[in-house]
């Protein structure tokens, strides 16, 4: 409660009072100083009267205020410990990733090659690859030459291919090419076949009594001999691959002559026991005596 004194000696007055109690001096109060003395007590009165405020609640506050700042520190000081994490950007193109694409550089690799088929003048080349590839024969004769097949651009791993208007009583030499689709190349080791020696004989011979001799007529000056030759072997043969000479030998001269007949070119293959004929002529009046040979591409049988 605030203390008022007295303006003349000092003593200690009471709000309101009309005169000091020590000097009789008369007082002079203002409606604020009145007013400000009953707020100024009623306030003390109901601070008297107020229940004491509890220590609890405070104190709670502080330890939330501490935890949640411990924890605000140990968040920091991981965060400070964690590695930086470097952002991955892909930024390759589609061209760029077919790029890195590690190249085939492994050839074919060949395998199970075969001969097979093989006929008068015709053979089948086979043979396999570990990946999808093309198919070409490399082939040559004993002559050396050295021929080469089509080659087949079709991407596959079981191979064909057929050699034709070969010869019989011949060996062949050949190998084998696949390239794949990343132009790696692959040839085989040389191989061979023959037609008519291994796989089969191949012979002919002529049927002795289908020779016929024409005599020369008056107005023609010659003579004609004919007949019939015999596939007597094991494999087919082509007509044109067989050849039939004539030794002729005439009467009181020493000298002889051959000539070369004509092959009937139908029919163009003789199976075994098929039959084909021949015709020479004769350039002599004389009837001469003859004998008749038959081969296969110059080779005697």
Known sequence: MQQYYCPYCHSPVVVGEKACRKCGQLLSWTPAHVTQSHNKVVSDDEQRDAPKRSWVWPLITLLVVVLLAGGGVYYLMQMMEKKPVTAVVDNTTNADTQELIIPDSTAPIISNITAENISYNSVAIKWSTNEPSSSQVIWRTDDGRIYLTDEKKAMVNQHIVELTDLKTKQRYY???????????????????FDIGLSQGVSAVSVAGDSMKTEEPQPSVFRTVISGKVINMGEVPIRARDIEVWIKITVAGQAATSDIKADV???????YPLYETGFRAVVPDRTNPDYMVTATIAGQQD
């Open 174 to 192: 050949f190998k084998v090419r696949s390239v794949d689709a990343s132009y790696n190349e692959s040839i085989s080791v040389e191989d061979n």
């Open 264 to 270: 009937d070119p139908t029919p163009d293959i003789l």
